[in-house]
């Protein structure tokens, strides 16, 4: 199937042969359904704590010992999708096909002035019609204006105080200061990136680190990370053949935010935030921020110092089949049922036992944050009936349940919140050694799209999402948080939102 051209095309990128064949198997036969047990809900699955309950979340993240802290912020690709209403309109109105009153680019040039990337000499004075609407966009997106149509969202400006505008990097590095000091006054962060916006994140550090660390007493350790390459999947045509470009090359993708997971494993820090780099405020938001991601830190610890006594007890344990070891082994499943969601199969061997429910503790940990859902865009959390028979907490994207399934409706009218892609995780095992992460990735949860290259229809390949299949087999647990601590910008005209705007 492949020549040596090919075969040198994956020695490049360092992908191996065996992988594709894999990933063209995969297009053949697709991916089983997730097997849904149930919405998780307040009643069962997302646990709400009380003011009392967050207090103490928040103390005991304050006194836990941690081996580092380090907040990753998934940051790679342009902000195209953020302008592809502005690009269709200015694309429209350079056309002279007329737009209706309410389009997204009208929008923009109605309220430019308000936007913290205004500046009168790119944008003019303000005005309105369809002329000044098309001058605003091709100055937003393209050079020689500000040339945001192929910059990374993390270096735009997002938010404007006084005597300073902020990018969304910037407002990560801020809240990073408040929430994920270590007790040397160090702050960590991981950012994934794409290797041709590396000099403009350099460029974006620099220009506030100084003042940064100053201001908030911090030193400031930022470490820019790319998508391996090798994690690229390969694409097919709709007949599930290798897509070939028209210079006869085989076409690889990039393969989702599940790809992360090999930058996530590298990272040293035990405890790490993960936020996606659009989801921040202005900082009069940060304290109902900080709180919230210090609650999920604390039941994240508490959850980790749980399982750590738990699997020593189990270490100390001198004769498996005695009525001390039944019973350890019937408290810690109730415990994995109570707080976890995790019940497992019927397992009269007693040796067997214990290796099944030690294998469920000695698992990395997640806690997830969850709002009410009021409509806006994110993963569900369901409780899932896993291979092993045993049930566990899921997030799942819709295109991994199957809307022909005759329950689909009923399951999806139980479902009250989503996440934000707000997690705090640990990362260390109970003996210290750190976890390899890659071995808890369920490769069955990826899932495929339609997509087009070169004006011809192809299948693409994504890798199971970080915070969905590729934490799969972790513990997990979900907890309420308030929609006040998720504000993205997924499109520009996000921005105007409240969040966003400076207090009149």
């Given at each position: 199937m492949f020549t040596q051209k090919d075969l040198h095309q994956f020695a490049v990128a360092g992908i191996q042969e065996k992988t594709v064949d894999a990933q063209i198997e995969r297009f053949k036969k697709g991916f089983p359904w997730m097997k849904i047990v149930g919405a998780a809900t307040p009643e069962?699955?997302?646990?709400?704590?009380?003011?009392?309950?967050?207090?103490?979340?928040?103390?005991?993240?304050d006194k836990a010992k941690v081996a580092g802290k380090c907040k990753f912020v998934p940051a790679s690709g342009a902000a195209s999708r953020m302008f592809k209403d502005i690009f269709s309109g200015l694309a429209k109105l350079e056309s002279g096909e007329s737009l209706p009153e309410d389009a997204q680019v009208f929008k923009l040039a109605a309220n430019i002035e308000k936007f913290a990337f205004y500046r009168k000499e790119v944008f003019g004075k303000?005005?309105?019609?369809?002329?000044?609407?098309?001058?605003?966009?091709a100055a937003l997106l393209l050079e020689p204006g500000l040339g945001?149509?192929?910059?990374?969202?993390g270096v735009l400006d997002f938010h404007r105080y006084p005597g300073e505008v902020r990018t969304s990097f910037a407002e990560h590095l801020v809240e990073a200061q408040n929430y994920m000091r270590n007790p040397d006054k160090s702050v960590t962060?991981?950012?994934?990136?794409?290797p041709e916006h590396r000099t403009l994140f350099e460029a974006a550090l620099e220009k506030v680190r100084p003042e940064y660390e100053k201001r908030y007493g911090v030193k400031y350790n930022v470490e820019f990370t790319y998508q391996d390459k090798a994690t690229d999947t390969i694409a097919v045509d709709m007949q599930n053949k290798p897509f070939r470009t028209d210079d006869g090359k085989l076409l690889f993708r990039p393969a989702g935010h599940g790809a992360l997971i090999h930058n996530l494993n590298k990272v040293k820090s035990e405890l790490v935030s993960i936020k996606n780099i659009d989801n921040v405020s202005m900082e009069r938001m940060l304290p109902i921020t900080a709180r919230f991601k210090k609650v999920l830190m604390g039941k994240c610890l508490q959850l980790r110092d749980q399982i750590f006594d738990m699997l020593r007890e189990f270490d100390a344990i001198s004769n498996p089949l005695s009525a001390d070891a039944h019973a350890l082994c019937d408290r810690v499943e109730a415990f994995l049922d109570r707080e976890l969601c995790i019940q497992?199969?019927?397992?009269?061997?007693?040796?067997?036992?214990?290796?099944?429910?030690?294998?469920?503790?000695?698992?990395?940990?997640?806690v997830c944050g969850m709002v009410k859902n009021e409509g806006e865009p994110g993963g569900g959390p369901f409780i899932i009936a896993g291979k092993d028979g045993s049930t566990n907490l899921q997030i799942l994207e819709s295109v991994q349940i199957n809307k022909a399934d005759p329950q689909y409706d009923f399951i999806m009218s139980q479902v009250?919140?989503?996440?934000?892609?707000?997690?705090?995780?640990?990362?260390?095992?109970?003996?210290?050694?750190?976890?390899?992460?890659?071995?808890?990735?369920?490769?069955?949860?990826?899932?495929?799209?339609?997509?087009?290259?070169?004006?011809?229809?192809?299948?693409?390949?994504?890798?199971?999402?970080?915070?969905?299949?590729?934490?799969?087999?972790?513990?997990?647990?979900?907890?309420?948080?308030?929609?006040?601590?998720?504000?993205?910008?997924?499109?520009?005209?996000?921005?105007l939102r409240p969040a966003h705007q400076p207090v009149s």
């Open positions: 069962r699955g997302i646990t709400v704590l009380s003011e009392k309950e967050q207090d103490e979340a928040i103390a005991y993240a303000p005005a309105t019609g369809p002329d000044y609407a098309r001058k605003v966009a945001y149509g192929v910059k990374p969202k962060l991981c950012v994934t990136i794409s497992l199969p019927l397992c009269t061997n007693q040796m067997e036992r214990i290796k099944l429910i030690r294998s469920k503790l000695d698992r990395p940990i997640r009250t919140h989503f996440n934000p892609v707000d997690l705090v995780c640990c990362l260390n095992r109970y003996n210290g050694e750190k976890f390899n992460l890659l071995k808890y990735v369920d490769e069955d949860a990826g899932f495929m799209s339609q997509k087009s290259f070169q004006g011809r229809d192809l299948k693409a390949l994504e890798l199971p999402g970080l915070w969905n299949g590729a934490m799969s087999d972790w513990n997990t647990l979900f907890v309420e948080v308030p929609l006040e601590t998720f504000n993205p910008v997924k499109v520009v005209l996000d921005l």
